[in-house]
């Protein structure tokens, strides 16, 4: 029984190491190198998810927890079970050579997190506790990243049978805070880079792991910030930029992510120890003497000449218009497109169920539209039947709200105050807010002045060139457009 219950925790093993987003296959070549492929990654999933679901009972699987987390609470458990899989024992175990050998390398991997933090996550696992004080888009992101790894089957059996969800096994992947910060590649600002490794977890990282590999990837390990690099090269090689920046919302959850700051630029410090608000990026304030903060510079797009084809389907904007870079650009992109009689309507307004539509898309939320909702809105049977999956899912998430009578009213144009909003609850960056000084500020409604200032310290939005916002005027399709690109752009969705 308990070879068989090993056979099972190893495999477990693998599927966590993945979900922790560094787990690309291992093969080894022979000698002590040890090869990173990423490709592989679906099959072992898969093995591991299904030797989950083999289990004959909730108290299997339960026992099959607790036989892990024996092992892997203390540093002598862990070298125990690369003992036991390195010593020949694995005939009875039943696992292949280059399996064997990834595990050891996860497990020495595992075995550099602080003793005390693991053996903490994993009795939270048991209490059922979730990781706190995630925003809305931090949520969504996390949830897409468990429903692409993780397959239906499996995620019901978690959560129906188990009553887990993404965010306790979020909580379980805490215990690697404080070991290392990713940033954005400088020279692809939508890949990953290794930011920062403290010396402490590097040489522990370095000591585990040579231990048993000498190189990786062919090249000597000379430090723990090796291995971290090989595996952020294979993420970036590997997944696409939209799973990179839902990776990047996650692990700036943790405290681990922090948004590149190029040269000459405020530096940014990881909000990690912010009251365990979600790990989102905080742009300090000006030192004592140094110019006054002012908010950020998004440059405009380009008219390039790929650009400038895709205006062509359009006959009411000229392409010297301001908004064109950014119509092109997003319509490129698919985020927009006009109407069937070729006209895209820059200076008409834009209801509240067409902006749902347009803030799914620009989210990546298409995957959930599928999932529960309640139609609670009282005006419900107003609203279109190919909008009421966007509007529902987006009111879950905390960045639409209705009315105080209840209502949604899907055919009212949005406002300039009111994208403004929709869009300061749509990011994850943080920064300590500006106070805007539009002239007409005093028109600002109180509920709209917190997230104006969000989108207007981020330069998401501007006022006009009398320095006024005029929040109660209808926000144009054109505005509307380099306000979402500009999104975008902070959140490195481009």
């Not at 410090?269 to 110019?291: C, H, Q």
């Amino acid at each position: 029984m308990v070879s068989k219950m090993l056979k099972r925790y190893i495999s477990i093993i693998m599927l966590v190491s993945f979900l922790a987003g560094f787990g690309g296959s291992a093969a080894f070549a022979a000698g002590s190198n040890v090869s990173f492929k990423y490709e592989d990654m679906p099959y072992l999933l898969e093995l591991a998810q299904n030797v989950f679901l083999q289990c004959e009972s909730k108290e299997e699987r339960y026992d099959l927890f607790m036989l892990g987390k024996t092992y892997l609470s203390t540093d002598s458990g862990i070298e125990s079970l690369i003992a036991l899989i390195e010593g020949g024992s694995t005939s009875y175990i039943d696992i292949t050579d280059e399996n064997k050998n990834l595990l050891i390398f996860c497990l020495s991997f595992v075995k550099s997190f602080e003793e005390e933090e693991r053996a903490n996550v994993l009795n939270d696992f048991l209490s059922f506790k979730e990781y706190p004080n995630l925003t809305s888009v931090q949520r969504s992101s996390l949830k897409d990243i468990y429903e692409e790894f993780l397959s239906e089957e499996f995620r019901q059996l978690f959560e129906q049978v188990h009553n887990r969800n993404e965010k306790m096994l979020l909580n379980l992947v805490s215990c690697a805070q404080g070991s290392f910060v990713l940033t954005d590649d400088k020279n692809n600002t939508k890949k990953l880079a290794v930011k920062s490794v403290p010396s402490k977890f590097d040489s522990k990282l370095k000591s585990n792991v040579t231990q048993y590999f000498e190189q990786i990837n062919g090249a000597d390990i000379e430090s723990g910030r090796d291995i971290l690099e090989e595996l952020v090269n294979e993420v970036n090689l590997n997944l696409s930029n939209t799973m990179i920046s839902k990776f990047k919302t996650v692990f700036g959850a943790l405290g681990m992510y922090e948004e590149y700051t190029a040269p000459g630029k405020p530096s940014k410090d990881s909000g990690g120890s912010t009251g365990g608000g979600g790990g989102t990026v905080i742009y300090p304030g000006p030192a004592v003497g140094s110019t006054a903060p002012e908010p950020e510079k998004i440059p405009a797009p380009e008219m390039s000449d790929e650009l400038l084809q895709e205006m062509g389907q359009y006959i009411d904007v000229d392409s010297n218009h301001w908004s064109a870079p950014y119509l092109a650009e997003l319509s490129k992109r698919k985020i927009f497109a006009g109407y069937e009689d070729g006209t895209f309507r820059p200076n008409q307004g834009i209801t509240r169920e067409e902006i749902a539509v347009v803030l799914v898309r620009v989210l990546g939320l298409e995957s959930r539209l599928d999932e529960e909702y309640d139609e609670n809105f009282t005006d419900n049977n107003e609203i279109s039947d190919w909008v009421k999956k966007s509007v529902y899912l987006l009111t879950k998430m905390g960045i639409f709200t209705g009315y105080e009578d209840g209502s949604f009213r899907p055919s009212a144009t949005v406002t300039r105050e009111e994208m403004a909003v929709l869009i300061a609850r749509s990011l994850t960056k943080n920064r300590n807010v500006l106070d805007f000084d539009f002239s007409d500020g005093d028109l600002i409604s109180d509920w709209a002045k917190e997230g104006i200032k969000k989108a207007y310290t981020f330069g998401i939005i501007k006022g006009y060139e009398d320095k006024t916002f005029k929040p109660n005027n209808v926000v144009t399709r054109a505005e509307m457009l380099a306000m979402i690109y500009n999104f975008m752009y902070i959140e490195n969705l481009l």
